[in-house]
T-cell receptor
Framework: NAGVMQNPRHLVRRRGQEARLRCSPM?????VYWYRQLPEEGLKFMVY????????ESGMPKERFSAEFPKEGPSILRIQQVVRGDSAAYFC?????????????FGPGTRLTVL | DQQVKQNSPSLSVQEGRISILNCDYT??????FLWYKKYPAEGPTFLIS?????DKNEDGRFTVFLNKSAKHLSLHIVPSQPGDSAVYFC???????????FGPGTRLSVLP
């Protein structure tokens, strides 16, 4: 049973380019969460999605960032016109439902470096 | 405003001794708490959790204590092993909420 998959593991972009980060949740999980970890900091919640719906995007910057979780395929976190401050590790987590008090299962992360 | 605080960025412990990692929170609406462990270049992995209706939860070498009046929880690892060396994150979830609020982490080094 594969865990949460994220790709790419490492992504290098120049300022102004677009970054696309992909997350495939664990089998049977329909809830996806994106977190960002800046150097020397904890994980900060960005957005929570269910299939085809954004449930909570309170942690996501209003500009340049967007997320989706289509009916088919992985969840995508898109960052347009990247800036150096976007350099961070982006983690995706999944859970079977929102009311479960079980833990969220995390992927290995995508490390984004903006040159 | 940090709602979940881990005031010790790092901790070193001798193998076989007890490791105590501390976490404080400010939001009284939090009712579920977890500890995650993270190795370099990997995602966090779940370690142990506790609901606010309890004050202690034990799983093998790991015990989490919750003091609601002090808004404080701690993770005890005994005996500590070199493989426990990692960054430990405290996380909290409020009643009815879906996402976790993470602390900044404590880097534990268990020395052989």
């Amino acid at each position: 049973n594969a865990g949460v998959m994220q790709n790419p593991r490492h992504l290098v972009r120049r300022r102004g380019q677009e970054a696309r980060l992909r997350c495939s949740p664990m089998k049977g999980h329909s809830h996806v969460y994106w977190y960002r970890q800046l150097p020397e900091e904890g994980l900060k919640f960005m957005v929570y999605l269910q299939k085809e719906n954004i449930i909570d995007e309170s942690g996501m910057p209003k500009e340049r960032f967007s997320a989706e979780f289509p009916k088919e395929g992985p969840s995508i976190l898109r960052i347009q016109q990247v800036v150096r401050g976007d350099s961070a590790a982006y983690f995706c987590a999944s859970s079977p439902d929102s009311h479960s008090y079980n833990e969220q299962f995390f992927g290995p992360g995508t490390r984004l470096t903006v040159l | 405003d940090q709602q979940v605080k881990q005031n010790s960025p790092s901790l070193s412990v001798q193998e076989g001794r007890i490791s105590i990692l501390n976490c404080d929170y400010t939001n009284s609406m939090f009712d579920y708490f977890l500890w995650y462990k993270k190795y370099p270049a990997e995602g966090p992995t779940f370690l142990i959790s506790i609901s606010s209706i309890k004050d202690k939860n034990e799983d093998g070498r790991f015990t989490v204590f919750l003091n609601k009046s002090a808004k404080h929880l701690s993770l005890h690892i005994v005996p500590s092993q070199p493989g426990d060396s990692a960054v430990y994150f405290c996380a909290a979830k409020r009643s009815g909420g879906q996402n976790f609020v993470f602390g900044p982490g404590t880097r534990l080094s268990v020395l052989p």
